[in-house]
C-alpha cells in the first residue's frame, strides 16, 4: 500500500497526512456522539499503513482536530480545545502495535481474524470513549445547564465508536485485501458479476429502504421494530455469502438506522444501534466461520479436480505406453512373418506334404495371437472418428464373436470433432470391462452397446449402455481367453464405477426382465 514511483519518501509523508486531515475535517462535521465513523477510518489505517507512516497519521490528525478546536474555541473555552485538538489516534497506537505483533496479518486477511478484530474494536472504543469523557468534562457549559449522566455519556460514545467502527472497518478491509490480488477494474467486474452484488441489490437494499420509510413513516412502536428488523437482510446475506455478506450489510444497515434517526440522540435510534451492533459482531463471526468452510469446500473441490487431472493424465500416459508396446509386438509379428517364410522357404524340400501344412498353421496361429495381444493391449483409436469403428468392428468385436457372445453395437455422436485423446480411450476400455462383466457374471449370451455423444452448455458428455441377453443354461466357461483378447482387467461394478468418476462419471447397473444392463455417464472438460 502508498507504493509510488519516483516520489520522494517525505513527499509520500505528506501527501497521506493532508489527504487524511482532510478527511478527518470533513468526517468530524458528521460526527454524533452514538456515530463516530471517523473511527472506522481511523482503525482501517492503523491496522493497513506501516509502522513509518503512522506519525504522518498524528499530524494529519492534529490539524484536522486542531481546526474544529480553533472553530469552536470561543463557545466551549480554550481548555476544551487545547484537549480536542489532541489527536487521539496516538492513544489507539500501542494496542494497535500489541494485536498486530500478535496477528501479523490483522489487516490483510480479514476472514481469518474476525475475532481478533471485534476484541481490537472493544479495546480501541473503550479508550477513545474514556477521553471523550474527559474532553466533555472540560467543555465550558452555559449557566442552568444540566450535564447528562457520565454512565449515559459513556455508553453513548462506547456504542459510537464500536458502530462507527464496524460500519467502515470491515468494508475498508475487505476492499483492501481484495485489491491486492486484482486491479480495480478486474475488482469492480468481479464484485458485479457475483452472486454478493445481486443479492445485496435484490435482497438487502430493497428490505433496507422498506424499513427506513417504515420507520420514518411509522408510528413509534412501527418504527423502533422496523430499525430492529435491519439486521434480517443482513443475517440472511451472512448466511449466503459469509463476512463479507456481514460487512456491506453491516454498513448500510447502520447508515440506514442514522437516515431514520427522528433527532439527534434519540434513546430509540441508540438502542437500535447497540441491537444493531451486537448483532453486527455476532454476525461477523458466524461470517467468518461461513466463509471458511466455503474456502474449505472450495480448496477440496480444487483438489478433487487436480486429481481427476492427474489420474486422467496417468491413464493417457499408460495408454500411450501401450500403444508403443503394442506397436513393438506388430514389428516382432512383421519380422516373424518374414523369419517364418524365409525358414519355410529353406526347409520346403525337407517337408513332407502334411509337415507343411502343418507349418503354416502354426505359423498364421502366432501371428493370430500376436494380432490379438497387440489388439488388446492398444486399440485403434488415434483419432476421434476411429471409435465407432473400433468398437463396431474392432478387437470387442472379434473377441465377442470368438467366445461365441452375439455382439450389436449402435453409435450415435451429435458433438462432432470436440471429444479429446482421453474420453474415446476410456469408452473402449469401460465397453470391454462391461462386456466382460456380463458374460462372466451373468453368462449372458448376447451383447448389445447403445453409446451416445453429445454436448450440454459447454460440456461434452458421452451415455453408454451395455445391454446382455438373457443368461445361458450352460455358465460361460472362455471367460480367461475373452479377458485375455480384451486386454481387460476383470473389473467388478465398484472398480467400474470408480473408473467412471476420473471423467466426471458415474455407472449404473439394473436388470430389466431378466436382461442385465450397465448404463455408465462419463463428461469432457468444457467446450473451448
Request: charged share 15%.
Amino acid at each position: 500500500m502508498l507504493k509510488a514511483k519516483g516520489m520522494p519518501n517525505w513527499l509520500l509523508h505528506a501527501a497521506l497526512a493532508v489527504g487524511y486531515g482532510i478527511a478527518g475535517y470533513v468526517m468530524q462535521q458528521f460526527v454524533i456522539s452514538h456515530f463516530q465513523p471517523y473511527a472506522g477510518l481511523r482503525l482501517v489505517l492503523l491496522l493497513v499503513l506501516p509502522y513509518r507512516f503512522w506519525p504522518a497519521l498524528a499530524v494529519g490528525e492534529l490539524a484536522a482536530l486542531g481546526a474544529v478546536a480553533i472553530e469552536c474555541g470561543p463557545l466551549y473555552g480554550w481548555g476544551w480545545a487545547a484537549f480536542r485538538a489532541f489527536p487521539t489516534i496516538l492513544l489507539a497506537m500501542p494496542i494497535i502495535r500489541a494485536f498486530r505483533n500478535r496477528w501479523p496479518r490483522l489487516g490483510d486477511k480479514v476472514s481469518a481474524n474476525v475475532a481478533p478484530l471485534l476484541g481490537c474494536t472493544l479495546a480501541v472504543s473503550a479508550v477513545w470513549a474514556a477521553y471523550s469523557l474527559v474532553i466533555f468534562s472540560m467543555l465550558r457549559t452555559p449557566a442552568g445547564y444540566v450535564s447528562p449522566p457520565y454512565h449515559l455519556l459513556a455508553e453513548r460514545y462506547f456504542l459510537g465508536q464500536c458502530v462507527g467502527i464496524i460500519t467502515l472497518t470491515p468494508l475498508l478491509l475487505w476492499l483492501n485485501e481484495a485489491r491486492q490480488k486484482s486491479t480495480w477494474r478486474e475488482l469492480w467486474n468481479e464484485f458485479v458479476s457475483s452472486r454478493l452484488a445481486l443479492e445485496s441489490s435484490v435482497i438487502l437494499v430493497p428490505s433496507l429502504v422498506f424499513l427506513t420509510w417504515l420507520a420514518i413513516k411509522g408510528s413509534d412502536e412501527l418504527a423502533q421494530i422496523a430499525r430492529m428488523a435491519m439486521f434480517l437482510p443482513v443475517a440472511a446475506l451472512t448466511l449466503r455469502n459469509g463476512w463479507r455478506g456481514a460487512a456491506i450489510g453491516s454498513a448500510l444497515a447502520s447508515i440506514c438506522i442514522i437516515i431514520a434517526m427522528p433527532a439527534a440522540r434519540d434513546p430509540g435510534t441508540v438502542a437500535a444501534q447497540a441491537f444493531i451492533a451486537l448483532t453486527s459482531g455476532i454476525l461477523l463471526l458466524l461470517g467468518s466461520r461461513i466463509s471458511a468452510l466455503h474456502s474449505h469446500e472450495q480448496q477440496e473441490r480444487i483438489n478433487e479436480r487436480r486429481a481427476i487431472q492427474l489420474a486422467q493424465t496417468s491413464i493417457l500416459q499408460s495408454e500411450r505406453r501401450l500403444h508403443q508396446a503394442a506397436e513393438a509386438l506388430e514389428d516382432m509379428r512383421d519380422i516373424m512373418a518374414v523369419s517364418q517364410d524365409y525358414i519355410f522357404d529353406r526347409f520346403q524340400r525337407l517337408l513332407s506334404p502334411a509337415e507343411q501344412r502343418g507349418f503354416r498353421r502354426d505359423a498364421a496361429q502366432t501371428q493370430q495371437q500376436l494380432y490379438q495381444l497387440a489388439s488388446g493391449l492398444s486399440p485403434r483409436l488415434q483419432r476421434e472418428q476411429d471409435l465407432p469403428v473400433t468398437l463396431s468392428n474392432g478387437t470387442l468385436a472379434r473377441a465377442l464373436d470368438e467366445a461365441g457372445i452375439a455382439y450389436r453395437c449402435d453409435v450415435q455422436n451429435r458433438a462432432p470433432g470436440q471429444l479429446g485423446p482421453a474420453l474415446p480411450i476410456a469408452l473402449y476400455r469401460l465397453a470391454c470391462e462391461a462386456a466382460l462383466h456380463l458374460c462372466t457374471q451373468y453368462h449372458s449370451k448376447r451383447i448389445h452397446l447403445r453409446l451416445r455423444v453429445g454436448v450440454t452448455g459447454e460440456r461434452v458428455w458421452a451415455l453408454m449402455s451395455i445391454e446382455g441377453g438373457e443368461a445361458a443354461n450352460e455358465p460361460f466357461i472362455r471367460g480367461s481367453m475373452l479377458q485375455r483378447h480384451l486386454g481387460a482387467s476383470g473389473m467388478d461394478i465398484d472398480a467400474l464405477r470408480g473408473q467412471a468418476k476420473v471423467y466426471g462419471g458415474n455407472v449404473r447397473i439394473r436388470s430389466t426382465e431378466g436382461r442385465p444392463r450397465i448404463t455408465m455417464l462419463l463428461t469432457e472438460a468444457e467446450v473451448a
